[in-house]
């Protein structure tokens, strides 16, 4: 019985996966799926556009479709792109971060923000909040506004995080938040602390989801 | 100044192409902006699937950006595959003719039934619809259910969708239709007369707002 | 075949239904169909409140039952007086500068804010939008808050429209605009490039789709 | 102070208001506000298409002004003519019945169902309930479908009702009934034990609030 | 016929009971039903949590059980604690303060404000909002923020319901406020007038419903 | 540091407490947290009303509060009794399984049907999913309508279940199920199996969900 979750970064940039294998790691248990995070070769080295999140869909495609061995699958990437083309293309269950870490979002709070890398990222994420029939719950969305150079600074980068949850929580009243993006991880914990809320990483989430889905499988063994 | 409107079929099928110009030639006036139908080669036969829709949005971008001759854009496929990343990619407006089908039946009813063609089209409507933030106005989208061969007879083809137009009003209170597909123009005048209700050609309705939209680049103009 | 738009201003202000005639040279096409502005003798001079929009009805009804040259209405005022009623006494559709302007809004931007006239107009504005099912795409509501000779000061009418698109943009978040009149479309425009955000003007917006809704009536000429 | 509600019966129908005002009777007490039902000698003998509601909203506004003695207004109209209108040309508070008796519905049930006269009502059903934001409360609105000689036969008009509620309950999961008239009352309370479920008549909803707005004026009295 | 309604204080604070039924004095009138306050003596001081609102729930259940003299209940505690276990241990009708203070503040305008006392409140009351599907209504929630012995200080407590009110009204668009306690009656006309908009006491609301309830017990009486 | 999920059956019927055990085995991993199953000695012997959901809050919380050693508590009744209350008194995740079990539905279909144990219940459920914000994506509710004795009988019970959920998925348009009581997990597999649609058992995604926040704890380690 398939026993492994494939974690699929959709852009290739190596040290992306690698920061989420990391963030994975207490996810994988003794007795539990393995969890195995692979780069998308075909893909840009950052989904920034619609563009780049409807190139990758295709390869995620044949991927999954490659991958008989997994029990489920989870699309590393906060604009959940191909998700639903994927779950055509298997019966093994796919989930997205974003429609997961957002449902995750829901049993921590009233009202969830979101902290965005890019500005232009906003419409799409209001778009999907609203495609998940999730809007009644939504209290904001905020970009961080920073270059490459910038986000690669990371005591700038969390200072900027805690900055925007900040306005997240104050002006925007929401009570927790999400990264809206894979790579954010390493900060979730010194977030939640230094804000007094709960935050939800959504690669973490969505994992949490598969091993559900794969131990589900189980049913009815001895 | 761009006077020119380019209706994009993203289907590779060319009777397709050709119905959806007949449909729109009514549209054509002698003072107003050119209305040229083209087919996308890359795409499949037919959209079909969440992968389909997917797989045609690259190929519609370069499309779009290399037409600069044109002043806006249609995309006829009720699915409005690549609509918003083809948004990114002009500065010319883009029309997706689900949007504009579905906005357009707002002024002619209170809810909308949508009669669609395959069963497997549903979810990925129900999500559009939320996605528009429309839900509150939608009424229900049913199937024709018809394989190939028996939408190709089309006193089959009508009678199907008199049926299924019947039940959008009677039992899910519908009372005005969109038809969901590029390809059943041919039919709407006379399913509006069988039912006794308005029904929406959503290939029209963009290319409606597409003319507003040319018309508008001569503001000004003496 | 009816070939004629009949655009009703249903105040009673001469320079207004001037300005709205000028606003749509751009929409008369040579082989398109005629756009007639008319005055409605019985209205106010302006309509400001609901007892204004109210007492509009009749006049507008007779004026629709009389015109039967015309192929579809437009009425042209941002309260939308009298839509409903008309559509019951006459087949031809009938289009309100609102709830085209809003639907037209839709596909140029996520979330849309109103630029209105007065601060009383906003609790009417807020119960349309509701009723129309859109209030999940509804950024918000500012008015200019000029007095009469204030509006007349062109460029201090647009320096505040300016400002008031800037708060919806920066703090309501919205990202295309609607002009809350209908006398307000010469500015459109320059207030779309001052703000680097689409503008729609209502009035435009519902020739275009009158002008769709007379080019139905083609459908299987020659 | 004043210590009146007037009821204004907008349909110039003697007999309406006869039956208006007899139903009301236990809301009137010795210590409480007087209740006097008006007929609207400008209305029509009924009120049953959009024009009808718009056409008496002059006259009702006049109504309002003029009764200077009354502490509260009531538009006894399902259709809530002149609502908006009337609370602009007074201080006083004016109620419409449908407002109320949707509103006191939602504390009796979960999901509410209309009971209305004819089948042309419910569109404009549907643009205030959705005008009023609730309808995630709402279960379905079904017509009468009975001509004047029909509903004159009292037996056959509740048999009428009790089929109709009964499909309300059944099929679309109402479980509280609004009466969609101001003349049904008499039938509440037997319609009510017929279905087993909570019924409620919108003049004696509204009349409630106007009393609970009269008594306030006495605030702070010894 | 009963005649009495029985207004409970689930907090066990006498002097809340006592301002409770001094507000509530003009509701009482010769003819109408008696209004009794008791004190829930099983209550804590004050329902400030959710244990505190759910631990009332059994006591209030019994009280309502035991007064089989009642012709209607109000629970007057703005959560509303044990509203629905209520109803289903009575046949009366029994009518909580939050939801029919909420419900009246719909007919006197379009989006309403919540003047809180704390702010651990505000996420019980945004989950009743929605619970109620009255979230397309909802402007904004503020507490007061002020202790006991602030609030036992008449003066600065009425200064900051000023304040709050009219940041709801200034910053979060609300042009009707809802008092977030049954204790702040005795304020509610002076803020009404100190801001200019209407003001609803939760109780006063809940009452009226409630005399309409026992008086349609009266129905085909002489 | 925390490695045990308690989970709380509230009633006191040891072998629903039993049953739920037994479907949580395949969520036990070598190396996760333990997965306790307890049984709240005050409990009725089922939830069926809303006075049973109330009447169990005080006990669960007492139950948190002395489980000092829980990193995650899972309240296992389709009413979620006492989540809120529970959340204030620990400041370990509480998570409920019917918010669980209707979250994860929405990473398996569009629109949920609820699979219920009593009619009784339907409004809980529904104010449930109001308040939970998550009605857009809700298909229906519908009760097997079984007493002890029938569902006792497991054939029987199953044969209900499959009956129901075929009319959730064909009469509703649900696409996903939730079995709406922790007491039904043994079916979920066969009624999956036998409807061809996805089935939740919400107390399984709950623990999932449980075993997701315990993880966490680990964020860092080595």
């Known amino acids: 019985m398939a026993e492994r979750i494939v974690v699929i970064n959709p852009n290739c940039t190596q040290a992306v996966s690698a920061a989420i294998d990391a963030a994975l790691q207490p996810w994988r248990m003794a007795g539990g799926p393995a969890i195995e995070c692979v780069t998308l070769a075909e893909g840009p080295p950052g989904i920034e556009t619609q563009a780049h999140v409807e190139q990758v869909v295709q390869p995620i495609c044949r991927l999954v479709r490659a991958r008989q061995d997994a029990g489920a699958f989870v699309i590393a990437c906060f604009s959940d792109p191909g998700l639903h083309a994927a779950r055509e293309v298997t ?6 971060i974003a429609e997961c870490g957002l449902l ?4 921590l709070g009233e009202r969830f923000g979101i902290v965005a890398i890019l500005p232009s990222s906003l419409p799409r994420h209001l778009r999907y909040v609203r495609q ?3 809007a009644g719950r939504f209290a904001g969305d905020l970009p961080l506004g920073l270059d490459v150079v910038e986000l690669a600074d990371e005591a700038r980068a969390f200072e900027r995080m805690v900055a925007v949850g900040a306005r997240l929580k104050d002006d925007h009243g929401a009570d927790v938040l999400v990264l809206g993006c894979a790579g954010m991880a390493q900060y ?4 939640a ?3 007094g809320m709960p935050v939800v990483d959504p ?3 969505a994992v ?15």
């Open 132 to 134: 998940l029939g999730l």
């Open 91 to 96: 019966a093994r269950p796919v989930f997205g």
């Open 203 to 205: 690669t973490q989430a």
């Open 104 to 107: 995750t979002a829901l049993t």
């Open 193 to 195: 602390a230094a804000l």
């Open 208 to 222: 949490t989801m598969a091993i559900g889905a794969v131990r589900q499988l189980h049913e009815g063994d001895g």
């Open 188 to 191: 979730r914990g010194a977030l």
